[in-house]
């Protein structure tokens, strides 16, 4: 996919991640103990040979720009193309999108591809976009929306967009919302491929017109004047959009048939290295069915739990279905079911927090408690 420019719109509406984003964007929020939410899109693109990549962002990018670097961790660190970082726009890209496109159309119009691919950060798979392509280019359409075919819509991607279908030619006859009123659904991955010159029209079309300030908006809105087809996806799929769904998400990893398709197949997912001392187990400690980062201590017990960086947890401490990401300190004796402890947090001896399934307690960032 040389032949295409590759774009990581962060338009994702954040209003349901409370404080886990109070201080980050979500593309940056740390997700299976090592890694972040955009490593999932930007391994995708660079595994299917983009070696062009622009995300668009807005404020609080100084976490996502740090985990980001030049771009090295993805090959992507190059003078021609490679990765570009635009951000601090004057609109939120969750109401208004084009104007940060427009503001930085040199990198669009300049590029040598002939075609876009559009994408948000935070659908987490593992996907070949390669034979996505092919089938954009082999059905002809101007646009092709990538979407996955789910049987719990009831339950996970609330407020997701619905593509619905004519089933006798593909083509997209409208796009609607999941409101978990229907089990099955074919839920958008919001992710686009269009020929360049096409997204550049669009984006000016958006602009002279100022109907739509959004161009999966435009998209929606113009299904009879372009030939937009679907591309269905059949790998595991999950969308971080709310407290839940990320708390799941990181507890779906810990199923072996999800890990090994996320990570251990023959295109892996990339990130930043830390130059970190293996883990440190002690006789007391008792871990089972959790993932453990580099250049942590552990005393206490650990089952289903995601344990980032350089954790320490601490003799007789038990933890049940927790993320806990790096630099945070359980003290001993401490108990914790179903709960998210920001990076930083210190839980003190003998401390007991419980959450549930569906209400996980989540612990703001560097939080005494």
């Known amino acids: 996919m040389n032949n295409c420019l590759g774009i990581i719109n962060l338009d994702e509406?954040?209003?349901?991640?409370?404080?886990?984003?109070?201080?980050?964007?979500?593309?940056?929020?740390?997700?299976?103990?090592?890694?972040?939410?955009?490593?999932?899109?930007?391994?995708?693109?660079?595994?299917?040979?983009?070696?062009?990549?622009?995300?668009?962002?807005?404020?609080?990018?100084?976490?996502?720009?740090n985990h980001l670097t030049n771009g090295r961790p993805w090959d992507l660190h190059r003078k021609k193309d490679g990765l570009r970082v635009f951000n601090f726009g004057d609109y939120d890209p969750n109401y208004d999108d084009v104007h940060n496109f427009l503001d930085n159309i040199e990198f669009i119009e300049q590029s040598r591809r002939e075609y876009v691919l559009i994408s948000p950060s935070y659908m987490i798979c593992n996907i070949d976009y390669n034979e996505?392509?092919?089938?954009?280019?082999?059905?002809k359409n101007d646009i092709?929306?990538?979407?996955?075919?789910?049987?719990?819509?009831?339950?996970?991607?609330?407020?997701?967009?619905?593509?619905?279908i004519d089933n006798n030619n593909n083509r997209v006859i409208s796009i609607g919302e999941n409101i978990g009123r229907e089990k099955n659904a074919k839920i958008n991955m919001e992710m686009y491929i269009m020929k360049r010159e096409l997204f550049t029209n669009i984006i000016h079309e958006c602009i002279k017109t100022g109907i739509h300030r959004k161009i999966r908006g435009y998209i929606a809105s113009n299904l009879n004047k372009f030939e937009v087809g679907a591309f269905e996806f059949d790998g595991y799929l999950s969308c971080i959009n709310?407290?839940?769904?990320?708390?799941?998400?990181?507890?779906?990893?810990?199923?072996?048939?999800?890990?090994k398709e996320l990570f251990y197949n023959k295109k892996p997912i990339y990130t930043k290295s830390q130059d970190e001392p293996?883990?440190?187990?002690?006789?007391?400690?008792?871990?089972?069915?959790?993932?453990?980062?580099?250049?942590?201590?552990?005393?206490?017990?650990?089952?289903?739990?995601?344990?980032?960086?350089?954790?320490?947890?601490?003799?007789?401490?038990?933890?049940?279905?927790?993320?806990?990401?790096?630099?945070?300190?359980?003290?001993?004796?401490?108990i914790m079911d179903s709960v998210i402890a920001d990076k930083g947090t210190v839980v003190n001896e003998s401390q007991v927090i419980k959450g549930t399934s569906n209400y996980p307690v989540t612990i703001q960032r560097a939080k005494v408690v």
């Open 13 to 65: 509406n954040q209003s349901r991640m409370g404080e886990l984003v109070r201080y980050r964007t979500l593309a940056s929020v740390p997700l299976s103990a090592r890694y972040r939410v955009i490593d999932f899109v930007l391994s995708n693109m660079a595994n299917s040979g983009i070696e062009g990549i622009g995300i668009f962002t807005a404020n609080k990018s100084r976490s996502l720009i």
């Open 132 to 139: 996505a392509l092919r089938y954009h280019k082999k059905s």
């Open 144 to 164: 092709t929306i990538v979407y996955k075919e789910v049987e719990e819509a009831d339950k996970k991607f609330i407020e997701c967009e619905v593509l619905n």
């Open 242 to 259: 709310s407290i839940k769904s990320y708390f799941d998400t990181n507890l779906d990893i810990l199923d072996q048939n999800i890990n």
């Open 278 to 334: 293996p883990t440190q187990y002690t006789d007391m400690s008792l871990v089972s069915n959790s993932i453990i980062a580099n250049g942590s201590y552990i005393e206490g017990e650990i089952k289903n739990c995601i344990i980032g960086r350089r954790v320490v947890i601490g003799r007789g401490a038990k933890l049940e279905n927790c993320v806990i990401m790096q630099n945070t300190i359980i003290g001993s004796d401490a």
